[in-house]
């Protein structure tokens, strides 16, 4: 059964402290992204990645970092250095549009605390 | 830059149709999609719609596209309890890597 796995859904953290967040997905698709998703506004990509050992600043990047080291996994690390890391966090994967519609699959989100 | 809006709420009773409007600034968006986002989970697809396409029906719901006005819409028929979330359009250009432009969100009450 493919899919994309968030983990942990709920995470609390305190003020100054770095939290990594888990993606892994095995549809098999290449590219994978975060979004960062606060209450009444769109999502904002935060970072995402074409294949393995790549990726790319999205449009809100600064306090967050990824690794790309496999295939099935995106990790994003929020570090202390971002001001308002409390949200809701999203990651998704999607196929090249040569061979779909280039749409994203998501994943059920992280809801990151921190006081 | 590219703009995607969304009125912010609608409001049904169940069993009307649901129109959710969405309009967009960027002509040369090539993909158009609608996803479902229920209450603290992630957005599901719910259809996806190619420029060159004026329509496109899926069971229950029918999305329609006026290129020239910009203007995506996704009708829901016989609305449900179930369809109530919030409700996102979206537009990206074609590419290896799909930057996706996502609105705010129409959030959707039916009423019983």
């Known amino acids: 059964d493919g899919g994309i796995t968030q983990s942990p859904k709920y995470l609390f953290r305190k003020e100054g402290q770095n939290v990594t967040l888990s993606c892994e997905q095995n549809?098999?698709?290449?590219?994978m992204y975060w979004y960062r998703q606060d209450p009444g506004q769109g999502l904002r990509l935060i970072y995402y990645s074409q294949i393995v050992n790549d990726f790319q600043k999205g449009d809100i990047a600064e306090g967050y970092s990824v690794s790309r080291e496999k295939k099935e996994s995106f990790p994003l690390t929020v570090t202390s250095a971002q001001k308002n890391p409390t949200a809701f966090y999203l990651c998704?994967?999607?196929?090249?549009?040569?061979?779909?519609?280039?749409?994203?699959?998501f994943g059920p989100g992280t809801r990151l605390t921190v006081t | 830059g590219e703009d995607v809006e969304q009125s912010l709420f609608l409001s049904v009773r169940e069993g009307d149709s649901s129109v959710i409007n969405c309009t967009y600034t960027d002509s040369s968006s090539t993909y158009l999609y609608w996803y479902k986002q229920e209450p603290g989970a992630g957005l599901q697809l719910l259809t996806y719609i190619f420029s060159n396409m004026d329509m496109k029906q899926d069971q229950r719901l029918t999305v329609l596209l006026n290129k020239k006005d910009k203007h995506l819409s996704l009708r829901i028929a016989d609305t449900q309890t179930g369809d109530s979330a919030i409700y996102f359009c979206a537009e990206s250009k074609s590419g290896g890597y799909q930057k996706v432009t996502f609105g705010t969100g129409t959030k959707l009450q039916v009423i019983p």
């Open positions: 549809l098999n698709h290449d590219a």
């Open positions: 998704a994967s999607s196929k090249p549009t040569g061979t779909s519609g280039g749409e994203q699959y």
